[in-house]
Nanobody
Framework: QRQLVESGGGLVESGGSLTLSCTAS????????IGWFRQAPGKERDIVSC????????DYIDSVKGRFMVSRDNAKKVISLQMNSLKPEDTGLYYC???????????????????WGQGTQVTVSI
């Protein structure tokens, strides 16, 4: 079955870096847009970044532009989110999600994505 598994979360000090990975299985990843979402306690799940099927187009919310970078390797079935200069407001549960034959936009909502991982926690301390 289609499966997405996130890893790489953890506790980091403000200004530090983390790289999240999302490993896909059970479907043709090359046909899917991948989005990274985060959910802070008591808040909705919001998109952070996305990447198109071939990896040549990405989009980011304003608050992470210049600090986060998303990439993908369809052959290895892995999507990565490199997060630098982390801030306490980046804290949350990070999810990767997939939707087929769609478009990548940092304005997308969670309801537009079909398949989800279980999430990985990122905590940035002051």
């Amino acid at each position: 079955q289609r499966q997405l598994v996130e890893s790489g979360g953890g506790l980091v000090e403000s200004g530090g870096s983390l790289t999240l990975s999302c490993t896909a299985s059970g479907f043709a990843l090359e046909n899917y847009i991948i989005g990274w979402f985060r959910q802070a306690p008591g808040k909705e799940r919001d998109i952070v970044s996305c990447i198109n099927t071939q990896g040549d187009r990405t989009d980011y919310i304003d608050s992470v532009k210049g600090r986060f970078m998303v990439s993908r390797d369809n052959a290895k079935k892995v999507i990565s989110l490199q997060m630098n200069s982390l801030k306490p407001e980046d804290t949350g549960l990070y999810y990767c999600a997939a939707v087929p034959f769609y478009y990548c936009s940092a304005s997308s909502e969670a309801s537009e994505y079909d398949y989800w991982g279980q999430g990985t926690q990122v905590t940035v301390s002051i």
